[in-house]
């Protein structure tokens, strides 16, 4: 385990964050963007510049994953004048008994878990122009399996955006796709050096 975690400042569009760098095992630490502890400002302050690199795309609706995209995909969707927004599911809930779904593992969580979509609202994207948007896109993981389930289900994404790109691995997972990605800055992830000092690493 590294003794000394500290802070990474980090530039997210116009703004600037100290983010606290927190170990996932003894050989890997991450800077944290936790969307929910920055207040209404700065999301809505980066949503609005997100919007503006998405806007080309003419984008019928905003998807995102739960739960840190939750509030990007609010903001984006309401800097770019839309009313409906879509969250995709990690977590089993009672009215997605029914849902459409793909397996996905996050940087962040221990075991593999299944992205859901409800049945429900399949018309409010299918055959329809859609911006996955999340807080960070990391392994490319969530963005990878966002993608292929719209697709499953007739939508058309054009366009991924993100707070903040971390590393460089996230580009091999998403492939072709990595072209459609957006982000208003970037983040190493670290590891520990001989000397027990966190080194940056930008390709991970």
């Known amino acids: 385990m590294v003794a000394k975690i500290g802070t990474y400042s980090a530039r997210v569009g116009s703004q600037e964050r100290e983010l606290p760098v927190v170990p996932l095992n003894e050989h890997l630490a991450i800077a944290l963007l936790i969307t929910v502890d920055h207040g209404v400002n700065f999301i809505a302050q980066a949503a609005s510049e997100l919007a503006e690199k998405l806007r080309s795309y003419e984008i019928d609706v905003v998807v995102s994953v739960a739960t840190m995209g ?9 800097a770019l004048g839309l009313d409906d927004y879509m969250i995709l599911q990690k977590t089993p809930k009672i009215h997605l008994a029914d849902a459409i779904d793909v397996e996905v593992r996050s940087i962040t969580t221990a075991s593999n878990q299944r992205l859901r979509l409800d049945r429900e609202r399949l018309d409010a994207v299918a055959h329809r122009r859609v911006a996955v948007v999340d807080d960070v896109i990391s392994t490319g993981a969530s963005i990878c399996a ?17 707070l903040l790109a971390e590393a460089n691995a996230w580009r091999a997972t998403l492939g072709d796709d990595a072209r459609l990605v957006h982000t208003l800055g970037a983040i190493p992830i670290f590891h520990p050096d001989a000397s027990g000092n966190l080194a940056e690493d930008w390709e991970g």
């Open 70 to 78: 939750i509030p990007v995909a609010l903001e984006v969707s309401r």
């Open 146 to 162: 966002a993608l292929e389930l719209l697709r499953e289900v007739d939508a058309v994404p054009v366009a991924v955006g993100a």
